[in-house]
């Protein structure tokens, strides 16, 4: 069965830092691209940050440049969204996403998606 699982979501205050995990079963993540993308209350899914197959990252969301970084362990078959100087603008359900397509692609591109894990944003 494949299977992305996003973890590492929770409750942070203004200013600090959390760090998601995607980590895939079934299938090998090296030949695909990962996305984040995140779903706040009332809006439409957003892209936030992808990491190509070889390694490239793309911000999908202006907001985050400087503050978010994505990065990726084949060997581990993970994915990491690191997330720092965390606005209350950035609670949301976040949600990784493979793409066989092996680039960062528009959300309509990718093939697997996780659950999501919720991150809140608050003092």
């Known amino acids: 069965q494949l299977q992305l699982v996003e973890s590492g979501g929770g409750l942070v205050q203004p200013g600090g830092s959390l760090r998601l995990s995607c980590a895939a079963s079934?299938?090998?993540?090296?030949?695909?691209?990962i996305g984040w993308f995140r779903q706040a209350p009332g809006k439409e899914r957003e892209g936030v940050i992808c990491?190509?197959?070889?390694?490239?990252?793309?911000n999908y969301a202006d907001s985050v440049k400087g503050r978010f970084t994505i990065s990726r362990d084949n060997a581990k078959n993970t994915v990491w969204l690191q997330m720092n100087s965390l606005k209350p603008e950035d609670t949301a359900v976040y949600y990784c996403?493979?793409?066989?397509?092996?680039?960062?692609?528009?959300?309509?591109?990718?093939?697997?998606w996780g659950q999501g894990t919720q991150v809140t944003v608050s003092s």
């Open positions: 996403a493979a793409s066989d397509l092996r680039l960062c692609v528009s959300s309509e591109g990718y093939d697997y």
């Open positions: 079934g299938f090998t993540l090296d030949y695909y691209a």
């Open positions: 990491i190509d197959s070889s390694g490239g990252s793309t």
